[in-house]
């Protein structure tokens, strides 16, 4: 039986909270976090609207669904999320022992990859999911960031 759950199903939820963020002016990056299947968190950029730079949507998504597990550990979860994570992202995630990470759009400056960040030994990490869709969306941002100034 195939089932239409996969990893470009996920990053689609994903990019829709990515847009969400955009709408309201924030950097557009979303996420989902998901366990058997079904998605126990989904957030988007809050840096501006909560004035904290530590709100980034991976942060965000750690906290709800932590918070819906009833525990720390992320064990047996995977985060879909439209931009590779930074550094303090990926020390969270760290901590959260996270099963996968998915992510669409490379982050070439400030991604963990970049910034040499190690995830938990049990963590895997797969990029590129949806990355055209991801970055488009990210570059149209800018773009319209700037002709605004």
Known sequence: MITPYDD??????????????FDK????????????????????NLTETLTDVTAHAEMQAITAAANFL???????CTLYVTLEPCQ????????SQIDKIVYGAKDAQRGCGAMGTTLH????IVGGVLEEEA????????????NLN
């Open 25 to 44: 002016g924030e950097i557009p990056v979303g996420a989902v976090i998901v366990i058997d299947n079904r998605i126990i968190a989904r957030t988007h």
């Open 8 to 21: 470009t199903y996920f990053m689609k939820k994903a990019l829709e909270e990515a847009k969400a963020a």
């Open 135 to 146: 970055s488009m969306l990210m570059k149209r941002f800018f773009i319209e960031k700037r």
């Open 70 to 76: 009833g525990g720390k550990y992320l064990k047996g």
């Open 121 to 124: 030994p049990k963590t895997s």
């Open 88 to 95: 303090m992202c990926a020390g969270a995630l760290y901590w």
